[in-house]
């Protein structure tokens, strides 16, 4: 019973941050908590990569634009059209104006945007049985998707990120037994697309979290799993890092985990100025608010 409940409360410590706001194709992971003493990095339980949310996309989002309203607007005008939406945390609107699309069940680009704006609505909401309905609901896009088009790095991402949210409503044992799949996931998503600067920061977070599980904890998660997934703070940090040099300043957030990184290698130095670029750097919203107070309270720390 001890080791259900200590398993039970790590679990749900975990996978909250990552769907954030970098870019659109992404948008969440872990959200860091204390437990006994310990700060942990969900990212390892799954990919909820929900506290802080992760928006996937090479591209940097365009503030500037307005959306512009179309009658039987054509594929090609709907997609920007959703992505605009997306961009400016109208993630129902992204999501609705692709639903009744005569393609929608066939068009690998609707469908993973579908999904895409599922998980950012179910995020935002409060009433548990709306949420599992609306999680649930992209999920069955997404895999749909897969099923279509198994080589598009957003699909591998979507589907990894859905796929934990979706296992946490089945109970931990099942979001345990499904690290090693959504881990590949992530992987396929950055094979696919090796120049996508989320998708290196989702597999960081993941790389980190398992990192930074405690002995204790990592016993626990071998009783589910005889080989749990692997994961170094060298290679969160070359994650990372990838990233960044693909994009600098694509995500705040990723100045936070490499600051993170360094200081697990204790290298002070350039753990402090990764701190610093995550805490300074310009708050546009709740992610990135909450990115901020956690750079200051860890360089508190050092």
């Known amino acids: 019973m001890l080791r259900v409940g200590v398993l039970r409360r790590f679990i749900q410590c975990g996978l909250r941050r990552a769907a954030a706001s970098p870019g659109r194709h992404l948008q969440t992971f872990p959200i860091t908590k204390n437990f006994q003493g310990r700060t942990w990095s969900p990212v390892f339980i799954a990919f909820s990569i929900f506290g802080y949310s992760l928006g996937t996309s090479s591209e940097k989002q365009k503030e500037e634009k307005k959306v ?14 959703s992505d605009q939406y997306f961009d400016e945390n109208k993630y129902k609107e992204a999501y609705e104006i692709l639903l009744d699309h005569p393609d929608r069940d066939k068009n690998v680009e609707i469908l993973w945007r579908l999904a895409r704006g599922h998980y950012k609505t179910a995020k935002e909401m409060d009433k548990k049985t709306e949420k599992e309905t609306i999680i649930r609901n992209g999920f069955d896009f997404i895999k749909h998707a897969m099923d279509i088009d198994d080589t598009h790095y957003a699909v591998h991402k979507w589907y990894a990120i859905l796929l934990d949210a979706k296992s946490e409503l089945d109970g931990m044992w099942e979001r345990v037994n499904q690290l090693h799949t959504v881990k590949h996931h992530m992987v396929r998503a950055t094979e696919c697309n090796p120049s996508d600067p989320t998708s290196w920061w989702i597999l960081g977070c993941f790389e980190f979290g ?3 599980m405690s002995w204790y904890v990592l016993k626990i998660v071998q009783k589910v799993l005889k080989e749990p997934p692997t994961g170094t703070y060298e290679d969160a940090l070359e994650c990372f890092l990838r990233a960044e040099t693909l994009q600098p300043m694509f995500y705040t957030t990723n100045h ?47």
């Open 68 to 81: 512009v309203k179309m009658s039987n607007p054509t594929t090609d005008e709907l997609i920007p059209q």
């Open 210 to 212: 398992i990192a930074d």
């Open 256 to 302: 936070l985990w490499l600051g993170k990184c360094y200081k697990a290698l204790k290298d002070n130095e350039k753990a402090k100025h990764h701190l610093n670029v995550a805490a300074t750097a310009p708050v546009k919203n709740y992610d990135d608010k909450k990115c901020q107070e956690e750079a200051l309270q860890l360089l508190k720390k050092l």
